[in-house]
């Protein structure tokens, strides 16, 4: 037992999202403290501030979208601060949620809809029927640039003849905010984390079309995100960070802990929501811990990465690929957690648009997509 | 005048906000829109056209301003942070001010840096105005407290006002509290037997 006044103090920022989870564990069940760690968690309100706080200093680490590492070490939209990603805090957990009129429309064009190929065709054919009709474009929601919420959505839309950037409006509103924004009719949609889909439905606003883990490859949708040198500099409480999270991870996958779990994070120091709501989703396709939830690897980092340069968020080139693949840091589990069995790779779902990933040749990849942005 | 910048400030506290403008329009710069109400951000920022967002750490709509970087059909002129690889010590500052500055991408950042201190400047005045105010709320608070607590010192044990004051300091010193700790105890007390 280490007295706290031994105790190496670790700075993280997180968001109010059910995937803070594990941050949260490791610092109320003790893990951290177990390990030497005085881990202190800040809340804070936006990813920019993250990004911004973990830039200059001020958060040692932060519970980051998957994308926000990759977007950092490129230096897309902001300086280029070579930032990785050694665990993955939280795979899947995400949702596409429309508004009753938008599921009325999808629903009376006789597809269906609990497929999620056949639901974004539907997609396909109100968008169509609007633009003949001289509607305005339908708007969706979703949380930052460089989000899976925001990949999912486009890559969704797509594989259902849907143009994002021309067809549909896509706008970054706060998590938050996302249901009221729905209930106001600013948006007919929107891809966001829990607990926000099981709120909207919850509360009759809306209805929740398709999960995002039934296409979307397993890959992490959060990670715990650091800058490179912070790593270089303190090896070992980096170590010591890994091993109480993966404890924690252990702690808040089991089905037992949830309601305990759902207890503590639904306290205004974290998601500041009815806990209900959070037992729900942990009772949904979020994982922390079993089939390798926490393996942040190169491929998921390229996959991402193709998404950018799908989307016209930065130039494709080899050596930004190289920069990519060094950023999600599974190098630094190795002698930490126990290794990822061959089995645990959960099967990912085949692509909706026939199109497989090729981590290897990711210009011939986005050659082969239809719908995309790369004109930049 | 064409040339003038337009600046929005997106703010939820009215006073601050007032500060703020108070002081670009100080230092020349007019043309000031408001938002505090922040609905339907992207379409209204997009309206509006400005040439400069300033906006509060507190707010999440910082990432809404995070997607008007791309180029979209909304956003004709896409806006970008004001940071390149050299500004750290000014990331480093309007953090700590709690505000964040946007810029439209081209306008020159000799134009913008004056804006930028004095956003910076205001907000930082506007922490230590809150920090004071709060202060004075604390400590009228706690004489509020005492009075209520002295009242019943002296109706309860017969002594005047001097004695029951006497009473709570002694009190406080012996068990190392504040006076207003001790009399919040001394009118729960009260509150609870009477």
Not at chain 2, 155 to 183: F, H, P, S, W
């Amino acid at each position: 037992m280490t007295s706290p006044e031994n105790l190496t103090v670790v700075r993280a920022g997180f968001i109010a999202l059910v995937d803070c989870a594990v941050l949260v564990a490791a610092r109320e069940l003790g893990f951290a403290q177990a390990h030497g760690l005085d881990l202190h968690l800040t809340k804070e309100v936006s990813w920019a501030n993250i990004r911004d706080r973990v830039n200059i200093g001020q958060f040692d680490v932060a519970h980051m979208l998957a994308g926000m590492p990759i977007a950092q070490s490129l230096g897309i939209n902001h300086i280029k601060i070579p930032t990785i990603a050694p665990l993955a805090l939280g795979v899947g957990g995400n949702a596409i949620t429309v508004s009753h009129a938008l599921y009325q429309a999808l629903q009376d064009t006789g597809r269906d809809l609990s497929q999620p190929l056949t639901a974004a065709r539907a997609l396909g054919q109100v968008v169509a029927a609007r633009q003949a009709q001289g509607q305005e474009p339908l708007s969706f929601g979703q949380v930052f640039p460089f989000s899976c919420h925001n990949y999912q959505l486009r890559y969704w839309m797509a594989a259902g003849g849907v143009d994002p950037e021309r067809d549909v409006r896509l706008v970054v509103i706060p998590p938050p905010y996302m249901v009221n924004s729905l209930k106001a009719g600013q948006v007919d949609g929107f891809c966001v984390g829990e607990p926000w889909n099981i709120q909207a439905a919850a509360e009759g606003v809306g209805v929740i079309l398709t999960h995002t883990s039934a296409f979307w490859p397993s890959g992490p949708e959060k990670v715990l995100g650091l800058q490179q040198r912070w790593a270089e500099a303190h090896p070992q409480t980096l170590k010591a960070l890994l091993q109480a999270l993966d404890e924690a991870a252990q702690w808040v996958d089991d089905p037992d802990h949830h309601a305990q779990l759902a207890h503590i994070l639904a306290q205004p120091a974290y998601l500041d929501v009815v806990e209900s709501l959070v037992l729900s989703a942990l009772e949904g396709d979020l994982k922390f811990h079993r089939d390798g939830a926490e393996w942040a690897e190169c491929e998921d980092a390229l996959w991402l990465y193709a998404q950018m340069v799908r989307w016209g968020q930065t130039p494709p080139s080899a050596q930004a690929e190289q920069a990519v693949c060094r950023t999600f840091r599974p190098d630094l589990l190795v002698d930490v957690i126990a290794p990822r069995a061959a089995h645990e790779a959960s099967p990912s779902p085949l692509p909706l648009d026939g199109i497989t990933f090729d981590a290897t040749d990711v210009t011939g990849y986005i050659a082969q997509l239809a719908i995309k942005n790369c004109s930049k | 005048m064409t040339d003038e910048i337009k600046i929005l400030v997106i703010d939820e506290n009215p006073v601050r906000a007032a500060i703020l403008k108070e002081g670009l329009s100080d230092a020349g710069l007019l043309r000031v829109e408001w938002i505090a109400d922040t609905s339907n951000l992207y379409m209204r920022i997009s309206a509006l056209d400005p040439d400069v967002v300033l906006i509060d750490l507190e707010s999440p709509n910082r990432d809404v301003l995070e997607q008007m970087f791309q180029v979209s059909r909304e956003v004709r002129r896409p806006i970008a942070m004001f940071v390149d690889q050299s500004d750290s010590a000014m990331i480093t500052a309007s953090v700590d001010a709690g505000v964040s500055a946007y810029i439209v991408d081209g306008l020159k950042k000799e134009r913008i840096k004056p804006i930028l201190d004095m956003t910076i400047s205001r907000f930082n005045a506007f922490s230590r105005l809150q920090r004071e105010l709060d202060d004075t709320k604390t400590k009228l608070e706690e004489r509020i407290i005492i009075d209520r607590a002295k009242g019943i010192l002296m109706k309860q044990k017969c002594i005047g006002e001097d004695e029951a004051y006497t009473l709570l300091r002694r009190n406080a010193m012996n068990q190392k509290k504040k006076i207003a700790e001790v009399a919040a105890s001394v009118v729960m007390a009260a509150d609870l037997l009477s």
